[in-house]
């Protein structure tokens, strides 16, 4: 029938929506979908690894072998791994909330922070809110941006409410090397405490 | 201010030359300092994290991963 084909096209094109969102393929267009950072199971350290706390002890994050601390603000605390160069090729930071950044706000706040700093580039590929931590629940964001210095990253950037602080935890490496790192990175998300 | 009154002096003596255009960056390079100092006391102990590259210094400032704080 003649008229069968366009009343199909929605429905056909909802169904593949509503797939894609259930099998998590989120993109800037679904910045609430928990699917797409099913990665995220929150646990303890693993063997081996360190744990690097903020000053206050108000949180904390295990790290990998052979990444080390590096000079990170007051407040703060940050672990990386080097490349031969001194390039940062991981990074993990924690840091107190100290701005307007909310859980409500971060998929938006996160990116526009970024290119406050100077950052270029900056893409969000995907976002999530109320997801579960060891200590509370937060809100993620992944993207990723050409720094000033021309050396490109990815991130995930989540903020954290826990029962007595609010903490940003930061976990990037270039887009490179992220197939490499993407498993430590998210194990140390999912350690956050 | 103080720079303001050295200009101003230095025009009423202007025999003074060198002398003066001394004391006069000698006056500048005290501000900017005083101005700096007081920059990094103004964050440190009015906002916690240091910001802005004078400040911190810390891998975001200087081309690497953008860290979690939430200020510019």
Not at chain 1, 16 to 27: F, H, P, R, T, Y
Not at chain 1, 113 to 124: A, C, L, P, T, W
Not at chain 1, 147 to 168: F, K, L, N, P, Q
Request: include cysteine; charged fraction near 20%; hydrophobic fraction near 40%.
């Amino acid at each position: 029938m003649a008229t069968a084909g366009p009343d199909r096209r929605p429905a056909a094109a909802s169904v593949l929506a509503a797939a894609l969102a259930i099998a998590g393929c989120g993109s800037a267009g679904a910045p609430h979908s928990p699917g797409t950072y099913s990665w995220l199971r929150p646990a303890a350290a693993p063997a081996g690894w360190q744990v690097g706390r903020l000053p206050s002890r108000a949180a904390a994050f295990a790290y990998p072998r052979g990444w080390r601390p590096i000079r990170t603000d007051p407040g703060t605390f940050s672990a990386a791994l080097k490349g031969r160069d001194g390039q940062i090729l991981g990074y993990l930071n924690a840091t107190p909330r100290s701005g307007a950044e909310t859980l409500a706000n971060w998929a938006r706040f996160r990116v526009a922070h970024n290119r406050e700093e100077g950052d270029r580039s900056v893409v969000r590929e995907s976002a999530a809110s109320g997801l579960r931590f060891r200590s509370g629940t937060g809100s993620c964001v992944t993207d990723r941006y050409l720094t000033s210095s021309d050396a490109r990253y990815r991130e995930i950037a989540c903020i954290v409410r826990g029962a007595h602080a609010t903490t940003v935890i930061v976990a990037a490496a270039p887009p490179a090397d992220w197939p490499r790192l993407a498993p430590q990175l998210r194990r140390a998300v999912s350690s956050f405490s | 201010m103080i720079t303001r009154i050295l200009a101003a002096g230095a025009i009423a003596l202007g025999s003074l030359g060198t002398f003066t255009g001394a004391a006069i960056a000698e006056s500048g390079h005290h501000t900017a300092a005083h101005a700096a100092k007081h920059h990094r006391h103004h964050h440190r102990s009015h906002h916690g994290i240091p910001q802005h590259t004078r400040g911190d210094k810390d891998a975001d400032n200087n081309g690497g991963p953008s860290d979690g704080d939430g200020r510019t």
